[in-house]
DNA sequence: TCTTGCATGTTAAGCGCTTAAGTTCTAGCA
DNA sequence: TGCTAGAACTTAAGCGCTTAACATGCAAGA
């Protein structure tokens, strides 16, 4: 274990080049000559060499690193866009490290605050609770960039998913379809659940239809299958739920009492989560579109570095998935 | 953004104590008068000094980090375990930073490498498909120890869980519940998968119960509900699944064909992961005991890294979770 | 009164790398 | 032939910290 570990000096002395030159082959800098730069490349590999990040990073001022702080590592959803940051970044030749809290505020400011002492390139904060104070003061340090969570930080850049939109989307799928009687059920005060909820407003209303068939209250299978129960005696033909994962059960509770979906009550979710894949190809959603929000922010991480000091706000539309969970109202 | 943060000089030219003596101050060591430690600590706060840990690292050869390889971030048993190393770690004062391959062994690898280049003081990886010739050429240089997973690495610490005690188990409370028609939807070659259905097998067996009634192949809820479609001719009367997630897809395709759980069909799930959750305080499970898994994980790097050099295997026994999927055979 | 010893510092070297500012040396050109 | 430009390096300073080795002053024991 730790074997004395192979350093530039030791490349340098079996090679009979300087250092700096060695250096600069390892790092494709022009400047050397490409014989020398081959023979650097292939005793540095016969030696076992792996380069001292800690020692560049102090000398460089940089760290090629980037920090992504993730909420919660059980929500898919996050789960997702942390894999399409990590993509991106490494495409852009920067590593991705992964710091988590799991909701506690305390464990995720201490992902942030190693990150700043790690002289991360940046950070990028996935659908944490931290306070919008702390986050200021990290980010007078290096730039931070919110992605799908709003803290109320105004300097900073920021990525978010169109959730009103999203929610008058799924909306707007069902009415298409022909269904007048829809209800919708919520999330609280959940991620997202306000906004939704507003767009199922919109859509109602801007349809001329009732507005106020509201039922749930969480972001949870049972609040789906309560919801079912709720609106057992005066069923709606259509459901727009504020998840996939009350989508499911609340599928779950009408399969119980033999509603057919979508032959007798259309459903659509929202996140186009994993979750989704239990039934298959089967659940229409709302996808958030976690590619295009996780490549954004590490371009926006990209254009702090770049220079730009305006901080962006950043709303990207979502997408209606069309599944097999809804269908065309029947006509009488 | 990164205006000249302040450094040790800066608060020793600030005390008029030298430099040394202020990290000693800070980092808590003997050696230093309370009253100047008080003051060390007052000006540092003041000057919002951070301390440099590329610096740190680079002097000191430690940098207090260590590193965690998560195989699949959706896999919620990895959260949870991650989540306890990460716990345990910070009660030991080790920073945890996460790195993630999403089950692609070239991206698991960059992380790995990542962590030895940062010079973290150890590595565990989590479920992850290295190779075991990479493991060794880093555990070369910090020590690795696998959790829940068992690379053919021999001179790795590993922890995992008996998943064949864990099969057998799920297995005989099906059997203790009166049930005789049991088959298993198995997981194929990811982790635990052949422990899990060895187990079935032995307490099939052991009770001279066919033990040949297998379907499946993967640890996806496809996977699952695509069992529950393959045995809709003759279904047996429980099922033991490989997985949670198995399991709740398996449930999810039984709900839409009107099979009621535990009514007309028990199911076992593995892992006790919170996916368990969407179906309420419902699946009857195993528990892998991911907190006894990652403390384990973390006091066995603590040892290495205080200088025990030979191999250990640990195996963590598991624990029946009786929830309310599985029931006693009705007599008929 | 003269050591000892301890508490409380200080000095200085150095961790492994990067980078700005030289130094050679060769080739091209007038 | 002499001059210059560029290629291909080398030198040396320094990034911000830690740590072993050394200094200093003061209380206590002989």
Redo the contacts between chains.
Sequence with gaps: ???A?PTLGDIAEATGISEAAVSMSLRGLPGVSEATRQRVVDVAAELGY??????S??AANR?G?IGVVVGD??N?FF??L??AI?AVA?ASGL??????G?YDRR?EL??L??F????ADGVIIVGTRIGARAIETI?????VVAAACLPRASKLDRVVVDDRLGGRMATEHLIACGHTDIAHIHGGAGAGGRERRAGFRDAMQASGLPDDHIVGGEF???SGAKAVVEFAEAPPTAVVACSD?VA??A??EL??H?VGVPADMSVVGYDNS??A????DFLTTIDGDRATLGRRAVELLLE?LGGR?DPVLEVVPPRLVIRHSTSPMENP
């Design positions: 274990m730790v074997p570990r792996t380069r001292n990040l800690a020692a990073t102090l760290s690193l590592l059980h898919p789960a997702d942390s894999d990590s490494k590593r991705v490290l992964l710091g988590t799991h464990r201490d992902a605050e190693t700043r002492d790690l002289r980010d007078a340090h290096l730039p949870t299978a049972e994962v499911w059960g599928m779950a399969a119980r033999g994993s979750i894949a239990p039934v298959g702090r000091t």
